[in-house]
T-cell receptor, first 116, second 113 residues
Framework: DADVTQTPRNRITKTGKRIMLECSQT?????MYWYRQDPGLGLRLIYY???????NKGEISDGYSVSRQAQAKFSLSLESAIPNQTALYFC???????????????FGEGSRLTVL | DQQVKQNSPSLSVQEGRISILNCDYT??????FLWYKKYPAEGPTFLIS?????DKNEDGRFTVFLNKSAKHLSLHIVPSQPGDSAVYFC????????????FGSGTQLTVLP
């Protein structure tokens, strides 16, 4: 079983709909992240959380919200989806005890979202 | 403005030869650099990293070189194998922004048998 699990893996929705992407992890890491990948733009950080009570905006948080329900669960919501939110979304975790305090990221397999 | 740039979207190399993937950065506060590899339908996986106090780090067939004065790093894969065919992302972090990783746009490496 994957250490970082994302659901759904694929979702097609319509403009204006609310959509939630869920992430759960069994690595025991405190830090969790949501990234989106777009062709030619690489991975961009949407939100991150260092523990259950700590939520921070990333580079591109507009139009998104998150909820850290437990240490192991971090969900991403699009309250009113729009077509330019069509992308591949990745959840990731990290352990801050890595070199330089920058633990490597462990990614889920991704959730492909299409907004029509 | 992208702070981490991978100017080559794709690279093809013959099996057994060296693959060299390049990455440039603009933020002088970056002091830790990583390479991730991504296969289709999978999440990126960590490959190798280097701290700014070093100029080279080696792990088996993979070597990362860092040239701080040029703000440039490169990943060498020797010898290249067909299983190395993937998208490679360069990433960097610094003492600011809670050490979040900034990723490049990726380079698709294809190793031809």
């Amino acid at each position: 079983d994957a250490d970082v699990t994302q659901t759904p893996r694929n979702r097609i929705t319509k403009t204006g709909k609310r959509i939630m992407l869920e992430c759960s992890q069994t690595k025991g890491h405190d830090r969790m992240y949501w990234y989106r990948q777009d062709p030619g733009l690489g991975l961009r950080l949407i939100y991150y959380s260092f523990d259950v009570k700590d939520i921070n905006k990333g580079e591109i948080s507009d139009g998104y919200s998150v909820s850290r329900q437990a240490q192991a669960k971090f969900s991403l919501s699009l309250e009113s989806a729009i077509p330019n939110q069509t992308a591949l979304y990745f959840c990731a975790t990290s352990d801050p005890a890595g070199v330089m305090g920058t633990g490597e990221l462990f990614f889920g397999e991704g959730s492909r979202l299409t907004v029509l | 403005d992208q702070q981490v740039k991978q100017n080559s979207p794709s690279l093809s190399v013959q099996e057994g030869r060296i693959s060299i993937l390049n990455c440039d950065y603009t933020n002088s506060m970056f002091d830790y650099f990583l390479w991730y590899k991504k296969y289709p339908a999978e999440g990126p996986t960590f490959l190798i990293s280097i701290s700014s106090i070093k100029d080279k780090n080696e792990d088996g067939r993979f070597t990362v070189f860092l040239n701080k004065s040029a703000k440039h790093l490169s990943l060498h894969i020797v010898p290249s194998q067909p299983g190395d065919s993937a998208v490679y992302f360069c990433a960097a972090s610094g003492s600011g922004s809670a050490r979040q990783l900034t990723f490049g746009s990726g380079t698709q490496l294809t190793v031809l048998p």
